[in-house]
């Protein structure tokens, strides 16, 4: 599983013109799947991405996490994520989840996330051609992968 989560003072998603999800500050998270994950790396990242530190304090260090600062998250579901150039010109996403193993793990993502009770979760369309509108507080980006399973 892998996303890419961006501090925002502002993120929306749109479906053919129509807003489907919109948060003020808070984080916007990309995520893609492989055929491999499962709920497991779900629950992993949900609790990753509500205490990663990325917002800042009085001081103005990163200290505070996205429920301490009062903000939501926005997930996107995005399979381009592990998509590789390293041969030619087209990329391949052969590393993605197929759209009947990857929605179901979105879904249970959602559900992780918005279960704990902690912010606001909107959300995109899966599988939908989607225009992503953002601010980027900082910026602040980061790229995240769940653990590889050992065995």
């Given at each position: 599983m892998r996303t890419v989560i961006q501090r925002?003072?502002?993120?929306?998603?749109?479906?053919?013109?129509?807003?489907?999800?919109?948060?003020?500050?808070?984080?916007?998270?990309?995520?893609?799947?492989?055929?491999e994950d499962?709920?497991?790396?779900?629950?992993?990242m949900a609790e990753k991405i509500l205490k990663l530190r990325?917002?800042?304090?009085?001081?103005?260090?990163?200290?505070?996490?996205?429920?301490?600062?009062?903000?939501s998250i926005l997930v996107v579901s995005q399979f381009?994520?592990?998509?590789?150039?390293?041969?030619g010109s087209r990329p391949s996403y052969i590393r993605s989840a197929p759209a009947a193993v990857a929605e179901p793990l979105y879904q249970r993502f959602l559900e992780i996330l918005t279960a704990s009770h902690l912010c606001p979760v909107e959300q995109g369309q899966f599988g939908a051609m989607m225009s992503v509108e953002l601010t980027n507080s900082g910026p602040v980006t980061?790229?995240?992968?769940?653990?590889?399973?050992k065995g």
């Open positions: 925002v003072s502002q993120a929306s998603v749109s479906v053919q013109g129509r807003c489907v999800g919109r948060i003020a500050h808070g984080l916007l998270v990309l995520v893609a799947f492989t055929a499962t709920e497991r790396e779900c629950q992993w990325l917002f800042d304090d009085s001081e103005g260090r990163m200290n505070r996490d996205v429920v301490e600062a009062g903000g381009t994520l592990y998509g590789d150039a390293h041969k980061l790229l995240v992968d769940s653990p590889q399973p």
